[in-house]
């Protein structure tokens, strides 16, 4: 009996391995555990794609899988399977390898659902004799090993990177960018099923919820997130480069493809979404700069917080090189966005409790920033993305909220912390026009919460950041500040108080 967790959802976990005897016949395991939602407080549109797409899954393949409904994996597991040899993919977090790993009848064969085996990006990181890992370097070496927009040894078109082509601010005057709307989903009974589910479980008082749980946005299907990749590809790609780090108040996704869920729960493989991106180029269908950003998102970015969730070990969850202790107020666990008055972090805010997604930048740089500019408990924040979102994983998690976003891990991820002041969000947005806050004012009755945050932030760690060549010259930038008491006194007297 092989046992399909609910993050491998597609065909490509079937496909038959000798490794752990998988064929086309092997009798298949599901287990819907109910432990998982009672143990922390998720959104619950997270709770229902995943349910959704799980249940989904289970009818599709019929009399071939046992759907258990448990308590727990190890119950439901004893339930059906008790003295049976059970086979699994290689699962997704520590815990659940933990878990697997425990159980006596139980063979774990390798992960799907990445291009790079773990062991070769071993064999590589190993190979740097103890230099820094550069994400760029790996991007690089998957884009060879897999002839990812290749022209024989060179990247097509001469350049491995086209940052400089993308990045821009949203077009001027432009309240949504001028792009198709994503694909959506249509709900069908399935769904109807698991909100009645939810709904109960709640009135029992069994699990708490945050969030809302409005139409499904985003796919539960291998159908449908087909459909997904290919409307993105076709209608939606073109413009993907260009504005990738760019924000409309009005127009949460811009030209993002949403695939993230559909990639994290198993239904798309990421070969075929860069594959389908690459030929869309060839075709002349969509330009270089874009294809390059998406490629390099997937068999870059993803690859590589994948990789180096295993590589940096167990431990590496509870860095906090930053020494940063504070818990998150009440107002941004329970997304009360409504309680913000800062523009852009009510936005996000907001777009988080509607959809439980929002985009790269409002995660990095307004949610993430927010935290690491209070000093806010790295795991706590953690925590908090991977309930929140629907495509939160540990996995994904981890390296880019520990390492990425709050700089806990003191550098091994980053070269810098990514923190800026209102300045970025201005440049970069439609955002800060009608706020209450001014991104140039530091102090005072309209100071902007990011501008003030950030000063802020490099007074508190200007020992550490003045010795980072990346940060040495915004940190002599303190010394120039006339009102850097004042900045101090303003932020040491923020406490948990909404911005
Ligand atoms: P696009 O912008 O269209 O990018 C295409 C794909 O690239 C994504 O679907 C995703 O699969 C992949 N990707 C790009 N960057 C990353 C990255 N840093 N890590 C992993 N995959 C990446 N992504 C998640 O899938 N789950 C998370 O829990 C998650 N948490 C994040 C937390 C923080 C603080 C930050 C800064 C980033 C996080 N990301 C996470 C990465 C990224 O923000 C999302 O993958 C992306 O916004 C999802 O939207 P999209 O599918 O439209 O992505």
Redesign the pocket.
């Known amino acids: 009996m092989h046992w399909l967790f609910g993050d491998q959802l597609g065909p490509h976990f079937l496909l038959p391995s000798e490794d752990i005897g998988l064929t086309r016949d092997t009798p298949l395991l599901m287990i819907e555990a109910r432990s998982v939602f009672r143990r922390r407080r998720f959104h619950r549109a997270k709770a229902h794609l995943v349910l959704s797409a799980m249940r989904h899954r289970a009818a599709e393949l019929g009399d071939r899988v046992t759907y258990v409904r448990a308590d727990t994996y190890r119950e439901g597991l004893a339930r059906v399977a008790a003295g049976a040899e059970v086979t699994v993919h290689h699962p997704t977090s520590y815990a659940a390898l933990r878990l697997v790993r425990s159980l006596p009848d139980v063979a774990v064969g390798p992960a799907r659902g990445f291009l790079v085996p773990t062991a070769d990006f071993t064999t590589w990181a190993d190979g740097h004799g103890g230099r820094r890992l550069r994400q760029e370097d790996f991007y690089r070496w998957v884009r060879r090993g897999h002839d990812l927009l290749m022209d024989g040894d060179q990247p097509v078109g001469g350049r491995w990177n086209l940052d400089h082509d993308n990045r821009r601010p949203p077009p001027r005057g432009a309240a949504v960018l001028p792009v198709a709307a994503p694909y959506r989903p249509r709900e069908d009974a399935v769904d109807d099923e698991v909100r009645h589910d939810l709904d109960l479980w709640e009135k029992d008082g069994d699990v708490s919820f945050v969030g809302r749980d409005g139409p499904r946005l985003f796919p539960a299907t291998r159908a449908e997130a087909r459909t997904a990749l290919r409307h993105f590809v076709e209608h939606r790609l073109g413009a993907?480069g260009p504005f990738?780090d760019a924000m409309l108040a009005a127009d949460p996704?811009m030209s993002?493809?949403?695939?993230?869920?559909s990639?994290?729960l198993g239904l798309l493989d990421?070969a075929e979404?860069v594959e389908s991106a690459e030929a869309a180029w060839r075709a002349g269908r969509a330009p270089l700069n874009s294809v390059e950003g998406?490629v390099r998102?997937?068999a870059g970015?993803?690859e590589y917080?994948w990789q180096l969730y295993w590589y940096f070990g167990e431990d590496y969850r509870h860095s906090n090189a930053l020494r940063h202790f504070a818990p998150l107020p009440d107002w941004w666990s329970d997304l009360d966005a409504d309680d913000v008055r800062a523009r852009c972090l009510r936005t996000a805010l907001a777009q988080v409790r509607d959809t439980g997604?929002?985009?790269?930048i409002p995660?990095?740089m307004i949610?993430?920033g927010y935290a690491l500019q209070r000093g806010w408990d790295p795991a706590a924040v953690t925590d908090w993305?991977?309930r929140c979102?629907v495509?939160?994983?540990d996995w994904?998690?981890v390296?880019?909220?520990v390492g990425?976003?709050q700089y806990a891990d003191g550098g091994r991820m980053t070269t810098k912390p990514y923190t800026s002041g209102g300045a970025y969000v201005n440049r970069m947005s439609d955002l800060c026009g009608p706020c209450v806050h001014r991104p140039g004012d530091r102090t005072g009755a309209h100071a902007c919460p990011y501008t003030a945050g950030y000063w802020a932030f490099l007074d508190r760690h200007r020992s550490l950041l003045e010795r980072n060549h990346r940060t040495a010259r915004a940190v002599r930038g303190l010394d120039r500040l006339a009102d850097l008491d004042e900045v101090r006194r303003q932020e040491g007297a923020r406490g948990d108080t909404p911005p």
């Open positions: 993907f990738e996704a993002h493809s949403l695939l993230s869920s990639l994290n990421p979404c998406f998102q997937i970015w993803r917080v997604w929002t985009h790269h995660r990095l949610l993430g993305f991977h979102f495509d939160g994983y994904v998690m390296p880019n909220v990425m976003s």
